[in-house]
């Protein structure tokens, strides 16, 4: 079955993309709240995009997974899986009740991504794979005359993989402009708040041949309009630096220290939950 | 072999190579991977081939030349080499990506493990440069990559003796469906086995010739000089048999078995380190078993090597055809 064209910009829904962000992140509190910990943090700061992309941007059919000319979404951060999964249950991929399985023994709703988990396209994990694999992609994608394009989420840690800048070089080489590298910077990384600076990141991938746009990756209509600039074909892969927060969406755990895995307490599951409603009421 | 120059100039690349010197006077077939694969490009719409910088000197021209939309030079770049290539067969490709064997292994580990492997994709990585084929020293020389590849979960390693078994593993290769790592034999490679009615299996031994005295298990282009050391021993009166392992992995253990327990003594002998390749595998293989057989193992020293002209460094570290008959006979090689 051919899959429907771009949507056009005009139609975004912005309330209802809204709505699927606050409800994803309700899924992550669900998952995380089993092992009592997770990359919640991560995943919060992600919410907006992967609100974006699964619901507006995205060229898909949840029921048909392997569809040939689908865009494909890689999330290179194996770890921010805890996202991916709120997206795919929020589409409907999963049923909701099984989120509560997160990282428990012979789940597939694993703590990182494996490719055995239907809507995984790559295993992530190792970091710094992603953008390489997207660049093999979207070289094969065009090879077979495929309207498909190909999404790469990475971090900002992952930019201090040396096969990033490999596959960087490659696809401004090969003009990929049916590539968009989206890359989330949220300033921490496993020893804390970043450790090697990465600034000026925008000028980097502006230097690789990237068209390059940076925007608050939790200001949703401005990821939208960002994925709509990135569908230009005009030879030149595209780049979407986005600052992200940690804990969006949750002021109690963006105050808390700047944490690459975050530990809540069993008793503060709920008045999280009560939180992210109100804040979502306050400011929706 | 102190008159053999150190210098690599066109004249003497072929005997630098370790080839007519040191193997004998069989005949060669040219940059017989290339053409092979540029066969398939022909029959296969989804053979795609990739380099990283190294396409002259592993063999894939013949490839690009034919299908040049097809063929993807990345540069100097070998951990994404093989990204691309997952990337490429995770779309349906089936991709043929060449480098040197030190590269592929030392520098794309993590990839071939992860999105080869692990991702059961079919990437097949052609690695050039196996063992002592090279004087450029340890950076070049590929000495540990079986034993690397082989600990990889999923993946097949094939190290082939000639031009025809590098033809027919080609084939091979493509047709299975998942990750492949085959050693290259670039140039002009000589013949050993005839072409007719030549198969080439996947995981299958190939029992060259029997023998009551001595068995000697090789692999790789080392099998072309046990060969030339059981036909040495033979005029001597010694019955010596020859089973080539082309497969590391999948490993034929039973071929080893049956084999081992019709000698009375066996030689190994491999183009790379003699511990994590073919001499491990078969002492694993006849351990388990419970075959005890007096074993020599005809390989590599646990060292790096130096750089030299290839012939004056394979008869310093005893690969050699004379090295497999010394071992044959109990003598120290």
């Known amino acids: 079955m051919a899959l429907p064209a771009n949507h056009p910009p005009e139609t975004a829904d912005l309330a209802a993309l809204r709505a699927h962000a606050h409800a994803m992140r309700r899924h992550m509190l669900v998952m995380a709240r089993g092992p009592g910990q997770g990359y919640v943090g991560q995943g919060l700061g992600i919410a907006d995009t992967l609100a974006a992309l699964y619901f507006h941007e995205l060229r898909w059919d949840p029921t048909d997974l392997s569809a040939p000319d689908r865009d494909r979404f890689l999330l290179s951060t194996g770890h921010y899986s805890i996202a991916l999964w709120a997206a795919l249950a929020e589409a409907g991929v999963f049923p909701p009740e099984e989120l509560t399985s997160y990282g428990a023994d012979d789940s597939r709703l694993d703590m990182s991504t494996l490719d055995t988990t239907p809507g995984v396209e790559m295993i992530g994990g190792s970091l710094g794979h992603g953008l390489g694999q997207a660049v093999g992609m979207a070289l094969g994608l065009r090879l077979k005359g495929s309207p498909a394009r190909i999404f790469c989420e990475l971090s900002d840690g992952e930019m201090q993989e040396g096969s990033t800048w490999e596959a960087a070089m490659s696809a401004g080489h090969f003009a990929l402009d049916n590539l968009v590298a989206l890359i989330d910077c949220n300033g921490i990384q496993a020893d804390g708040p970043v450790v090697l600076n990465m600034e000026p990141v925008g000028e980097k991938w502006r230097a690789f041949g990237f068209a390059t746009q940076e925007i608050d990756g939790n200001d949703l209509p401005a990821v939208v309009d960002a994925l709509h600039a990135a569908r230009a074909r005009d030879g030149k892969p595209h780049a979407i630096v986005l600052r992200t927060h940690p804990g969006f969406g949750l002021p109690t755990l963006m105050a808390r220290e700047k944490a690459h895995f975050v530990r809540v307490d069993s008793g503060e599951w709920d008045a999280l939950m009560s939180e992210l409603d109100r804040e979502e009421a306050n400011h929706g | ?333």
């Open chain 2, 1 to 333: 072999m102190a008159e053999t120059a150190r210098v690599f100039t066109k004249a003497n690349y072929t005997r630098a190579m370790g080839r007519d010197e040191v193997t004998g006077t069989r005949p060669t077939v040219d940059a017989p991977f290339g053409h092979a694969l540029a066969a398939l490009g022909a029959e296969r719409g989804d053979i795609v081939g990739l380099t990283a910088d190294l396409g002259k000197y592993t063999d894939i021209l013949p490839f690009r030349d034919a299908f040049p939309s097809r063929f993807f030079n990345v540069g100097m770049a070998e951990q994404n080499l093989i990204a691309a290539a997952a990337g490429l067969a995770r779309t349906g490709f089936t991709p043929f990506a060449t480098t040197y064997g030190v590269f592929a292994s030392r520098r794309a580990y993590d990839f071939i493990a992860i999105a080869c492997a692990h991702s059961a994709v079919p990437v097949k990585i052609i690695a050039g440069l196996p063992g002592l084929t090279t004087g450029y020293g340890g950076t070049h020389q590929a000495i540990e990559d079986l034993g690397i590849m082989r600990l990889v979960p999923g993946l097949v390693v094939i190290d082939p003796c000639d031009a025809t078994e590098i033809a027919a593993a080609t084939r091979a290769a493509a047709a299975h469906d998942g990750p492949v790592y085959m050693r290259l034999l670039r140039g002009k490679v000589p013949v050993v086995f005839a072409p007719d009615g030549f198969d080439f299996a996947i995981g299958k031994a190939r029992l060259v010739r029997g023998g009551s005295d001595v068995g000697i298990v090789s692999t790789g282009f080392m099998t072309e000089r046990a060969i030339d050391a059981a036909d040495a021993l033979a005029a001597k009166g010694i019955a010596a048999g020859v089973l080539h392992m082309p497969c590391l992995k999948p490993f034929d253990a039973e071929a080893v078995v049956n084999f081992a327990g019709k000698v009375k003594r066996l030689v190994t002998a491999e183009n790379h380190v003699v511990s994590g390749g073919l001499a491990t595998l078969v002492a694993e293989t006849l351990f388990e078993a419970g075959i005890t057989r007096p074993l020599t193992r005809i390989g590599l020293p646990d060292r790096f090597i130096e750089c030299g002209a290839v012939p004056t460094l394979q008869k310093r570290y005893r690969i050699t055809a004379d090295d497999i008959a010394a071992a044959a006979t109990g003598g120290n090689a």
